[in-house]
């Protein structure tokens, strides 16, 4: 999956300021600077993990932000896979910074 990283980013920016959060606010709530959310937020890349703790304060699957970033409707179905499989995905990321 290739996702549109300036998409993403806008993506960060609009549900970030519907919740009435600045930069500074949301960065520390993820522990990164805000500088760089900024450049997440303009079209920089980011480490899955970081997008799902980006979701996870923002309040919105994982899914729902790459989908969006690529500009992509997902069925019920879809989503359904693709949340489980995105699940699977972080679990093993967790297995493994553990080790």
């Known amino acids: 999956m290739t996702v549109n990283f300036m998409r993403f980013g806008k993506t960060i920016c609009r549900l ?3 919740r009435h959060m ?13 500088k760089t959310l900024s450049k997440i937020e303009h079209g920089a890349d980011c480490r899955l993990s970081v997008a799902a703790q980006i979701a996870a304060v923002l309040q919105v699957p994982l899914v729902y932000l790459l989908s969006d970033a690529q500009g992509v409707y997902l ?24 080790n």
């Open 22 to 34: 600045t930069q500074e606010e949301l960065a520390s709530e993820l522990e990164i600077s805000s």
């Open 75 to 98: 069925t019920n179905q879809k989503r359904k896979e693709a949340q489980a499989h995105l699940k699977s995905l972080m679990q093993i990321l967790n297995g493994q910074s553990r």
């Open 16 to 18: 970030r300021e519907m």
